[in-house]
């Protein structure tokens, strides 16, 4: 079974802005009529969902937490890596994607990392905007730490608890796009399966975890951004609900399922068992 994972033309460190270029726009009066449906309301779906809500489309978003402030990105420590130079020791977005590529034993898609690098500037902007309060040096400009795997000084962190405030800023984000009437929210619900039609993902089928109603939404696409599966493993740190559930459903309809050797696990969950 070959994978084609659609990665687009050009070179390297051409392929994401080649691919956004020549990717075709939704007229903003035709976003209204699409819905989207994103499972997940952690860092990754809380942003998708409020993003696509602000750009004009119709949104649901479900999560099992009996809040969107509640997913598992809220127990990130450590901070991001973004490639701003703000030291001064020689950082770049090619030392960032040289990085992350050494780090992932030389086995993650390219085109994905060098995106990735390209982003982390504006991402550390759009989430200081947001009002997340990275730490900042005495005169006031943000701080960097050095991270594992790293030559430079390029961590953007809050204290210990750079997932929380992230968090707030996403859910922030998220509640005004549900006070606006962009984004239904669906708290306490389960996606127990995707409803695939032509081989794309237009629907999904939710117990309410309260009152045990099972329903049906349908929408024009579907995002899965149901975080990590860190408790497939017997030993994780990952709270008891990162399960696997939702990517399994998923799986079972046809998704294929990649990478497992970069499941999160922390080491200090390992037991000692000998000398
Ligand atoms: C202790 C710890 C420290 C970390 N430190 C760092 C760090 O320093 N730097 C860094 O970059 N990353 C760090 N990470 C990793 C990072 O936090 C995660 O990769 C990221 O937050 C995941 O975000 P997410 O939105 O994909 O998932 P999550 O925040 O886990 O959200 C998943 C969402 O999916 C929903 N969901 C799941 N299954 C279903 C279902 N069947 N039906 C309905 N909803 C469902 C959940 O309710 C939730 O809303 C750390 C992680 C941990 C645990």
Not at 69 to 98: C, E, M, P
Not at 206 to 217: A, F, K, M, P, W
Request: one cysteine or more; aromatic letters at 8%.
């Amino acid at each position: 079974m070959a994978l084609d994972s659609k990665i687009p033309s050009g070179p390297l460190d051409q392929k994401w802005s080649k691919h956004k270029n020549d990717s075709k726009l939704i007229n903003p009066a035709n976003r209204r009529k699409f819905t989207v449906l994103v499972v997940g309301s952690g860092l990754a779906g809380g942003s998708a969902a409020a993003t696509l809500s602000e750009l004009g489309y119709q949104v649901k978003c479900f999560c099992y937490q009996d809040s969107a402030r509640r997913a598992h990105s809220i127990a990130a420590q450590g901070g991001i890596n973004a490639a701003k130079n703000y030291q001064n020791d020689g950082d770049s977005v090619h030392r960032l994607f040289y990085d992350t590529i050494k780090g992932g034993d030389f086995r993650s898609r390219e085109s994905n990392v060098h995106r990735l690098a390209e982003v982390s500037t504006n991402i550390i902007d759009q989430c200081v905007a947001q009002g997340v309060p990275f730490a900042r040096e005495y005169g006031g400009l943000l701080d960097n730490r050095s991270f594992g795997g790293a030559q430079v000084k390029r961590t953007f962190y809050a204290a210990g608890q750079t997932g929380q405030q992230l968090l707030i800023g996403c859910y922030q984000a998220l509640s005004k796009e549900i006070a606006a009437g962009g984004v239904k929210m669906y708290p306490r619900t389960e996606m127990l399966d995707v409803v695939v039609v032509d081989g794309h993902a237009k629907g999904i089928v939710v117990r309410d975890l309260q009152t045990g109603e099972i329903s049906t939404h349908a929408g024009d696409a579907v995002i899965l951004a149901t975080g990590g599966y860190g408790n497939v493993f017997y030993l994780s740190t990952n709270a008891m609900g990162c399960n696997v559930t939702a990517a399994w459903r998923a799986h079972r309809k046809g998704a294929y399922f990649a990478n497992p050797c970069y499941t999160q696990i922390h080491t200090t969950c390992i037991p000692v068992s000998g000398e």
